[in-house]
């Protein structure tokens, strides 16, 4: 009995195997190249994410100023007004640190109005620039208000500085 026990238990093992190889070589055609298998585990892409991703589209600006890491973005989904940057960092400088050097490499009319989503010290900065100054304004950052212009500077406003594009000094309004 433990003979034909065994003899069974050989049987299913030789059949799993066999179901395996057929399996393997199934879903594996031969002569295909690497390529063609990635494009065969691709998901479909939704319309509404291709379209974000163009209105999102990543400048080659992005840097690292002060060590803050930067990643710039010349559009920001659902602006209407069609001035407004976002800028994606990381790094425990405050925004009004770097703003100057920040203003001079990404600002191409002083009509825009950027965010810099900070996502070390999770805060939100409005930058803008006011005649002879720029202006900063820091609001605690509330998740995904990047995705929406009309979502961004919402949080608590943190704190307020003017700096003055001439000589870099950093005046606290409040």
């Not at 992005?62 to 007004?81: L, W």
């Amino acid at each position: 009995m433990n003979q034909k026990r065994r003899g069974i238990v050989a049987i299913i093992l030789i059949a799993i195997i066999i179901v395996c190889v057929i399996g393997i070589i199934m879903t594996k055609p031969a002569g295909k190249k690497v390529v063609d298998e990635k494009k065969e585990t691709m998901q479909p892409l939704d319309i509404s994410n291709v379209e974000q991703e163009k209105e999102t589209e990543t400048s080659e600006l992005s840097k690292t100023i002060d060590n803050v890491d930067i990643i710039f973005f010349e559009k920001v989904p659902k602006d209407s007004t069609g001035n407004m940057r976002l800028a994606k960092v990381t790094g425990k400088k405050s925004a009004e640190g770097y703003a100057l050097d920040y203003y001079n490499i990404y600002f191409k009319d002083d009509k825009e109005v950027h965010a810099i989503v900070n996502y070390t010290l999770n805060t939100t900065a409005c930058i803008t620039s006011v005649g002879n100054k720029i202006n900063v304004r820091i609001y605690e950052h509330r998740d995904g208000e990047e995705s929406d212009a009309k979502e961004l500077f919402t949080g608590e406003k943190y704190a307020e500085y003017n700096i003055d594009k001439e000589t870099g000094t950093v005046e606290k309004i409040e």
